[in-house]
């Protein structure tokens, strides 16, 4: 009889260890999920609504090497320059310019060649070319004619490109411990939580990493923009001409014959009235006595 407890009581205390340890491996999961920091998302239902609603802080940005922005990191400077030209031809102009800027091994972003409001040939070129030929580029372009105006301008990006560069390093260090997570995820809420944050972390990732792009594109690649325009000739835009002297007369001969006809048919019926009262005046003057 003793013996038949003595089994029993053993029996119960193994199958409380067992149940408690059970318990513990699927709690490990819902706990590392809620220690990952995450930037944003949501709860997933029933343990999301548990695990996930807590979040810890952002993670502080700081540059991957300490101290200052920008310490120990290239620095970023985004070049970019506008210059007005006066040539004897816009249409060759544009095109020696085109050729400048492929020569320096860049490309022709922007080509507009037309006429201002008093007929005279402008254009405009945009021209990518690489950051380290912007000043030979820009002087080959200031020898295609006289320049009237210029201006150039160097816009300092370092902090911005040392914050984009931590932030996508961030992101990856939080996909990276979910992608741990996963991998000890045995429920399905849990692996459905995790995947969400995965993707909100992924898309997060994508944004800056698309910023990163631009930024590079804009610190590799400098832009000149170059106006064009011939110079107005002596003696107005266009010399005399008989034909349009002719043309100009008739048309104010016959503004006068209109502006005549509107005069008559406007005071027609002041005239009308006009008649109508002095009729009515003689009337009333035949009708009166004469005096003696």
């Given at each position: 009889?003793?013996?038949?407890?003595?089994?029993?009581?053993?029996?119960?205390?193994?199958?409380?260890?067992?149940?408690?340890?059970?318990?513990?491996?699927?709690?490990?999961?819902?706990?590392?999920?809620?220690?990952?920091?995450?930037?944003?998302?949501?709860?997933?239902?029933?343990?999301?609504?548990?695990?996930?609603?807590?979040?810890?802080?952002?993670?502080?940005?700081?540059?991957?090497?300490?101290?200052?922005?920008?310490?120990?990191?290239?620095?970023?400077?985004?070049?970019?320059?506008?210059?007005?030209?006066?040539?004897?031809?816009?249409?060759?102009?544009?095109?020696?310019?085109?050729?400048?800027?492929?020569?320096?091994?860049?490309?022709?972003?922007?080509?507009?060649?037309?006429?201002?409001?008093?007929?005279?040939?402008?254009?405009?070129?945009?021209?990518?070319?690489?950051?380290?030929?912007?000043?030979?580029?820009?002087?080959?372009?200031k020898a295609i004619?006289?320049?009237?105006?210029?201006?150039?301008?160097?816009?300092?990006?370092?902090?911005?490109?040392?914050?984009?560069?931590?932030?996508?390093?961030?992101?990856?260090?939080q996909i990276a411990?979910?992608?741990?997570?996963?991998?000890?995820?045995?429920?399905?809420?849990?692996?459905?939580?995790?995947?969400?944050?995965?993707?909100?972390?992924?898309?997060?990732?994508?944004?800056?990493?698309?910023?990163?792009?631009?930024?590079?594109?804009?610190?590799?690649?400098?832009?000149?923009?170059?106006?064009?325009?011939?110079?107005?000739?002596?003696?107005?835009?266009?010399?005399?001409?008989?034909?349009?002297?002719?043309?100009?007369?008739?048309?104010?001969?016959?503004?006068?014959?209109?502006?005549?006809?509107?005069?008559?048919?406007?005071?027609?019926?002041?005239?009308?009235?006009?008649?109508?009262?002095?009729?009515?005046?003689?009337?009333?003057?035949?009708?009166?006595?004469?005096?003696?």
């Amino acid at each position: 009889m003793q013996y038949r407890t003595l089994v029993i009581l053993i029996v119960c205390i193994a199958a409380v260890i067992a149940a408690g340890c059970t318990s513990l491996q699927g709690s490990t999961a819902k706990s590392a999920i809620a220690q990952v920091p995450a930037e944003s998302g949501g709860s997933a239902g029933g343990y999301a609504d548990q695990a996930l609603m807590v979040r810890a802080p952002v993670p502080t940005i700081v540059p991957p090497t300490g101290g200052e922005p920008g310490q120990g990191v290239e620095t970023k400077i985004i070049r970019t320059a506008d210059i007005s030209l006066e040539v004897s031809n816009v249409t060759g102009a544009a095109a020696a310019v085109e050729a400048i800027g492929t020569s320096a091994g860049g490309y022709v972003s922007t080509t507009n060649i037309g006429t201002d409001y008093t007929g005279q040939p402008t254009g405009t070129v945009v021209l990518r070319i690489p950051a380290d030929q912007f000043d030979s580029t820009l002087s080959g372009v200031k020898a295609i004619g006289t320049v009237t105006s210029i201006s150039t301008q160097g816009q300092d990006v370092t902090a911005e490109y040392v914050d984009v560069q931590a932030r996508i390093t961030s992101y990856q260090n939080q996909i990276a411990q979910y992608n741990a997570i996963m991998k000890n995820a045995t429920d399905v809420e849990d692996v459905l939580a995790i995947q969400q944050q995965i993707d909100t972390v992924q898309t997060s990732l994508d944004q800056v990493t698309g910023q990163m792009k631009y930024l590079n594109s804009q610190v590799d690649y400098a832009t000149i923009t170059v106006s064009l325009q011939e110079p107005a000739p002596v003696g107005g835009t266009q010399g005399h001409d008989f034909v349009t002297a002719i043309n100009e007369g008739i048309a104010g001969f016959f503004g006068v014959i209109d502006a005549i006809i509107v005069v008559i048919i406007s005071i027609i019926p002041l005239l009308i009235i006009a008649g109508v009262a002095y009729a009515g005046y003689r009337f009333w003057k035949g009708r009166r006595p004469a005096h003696p």
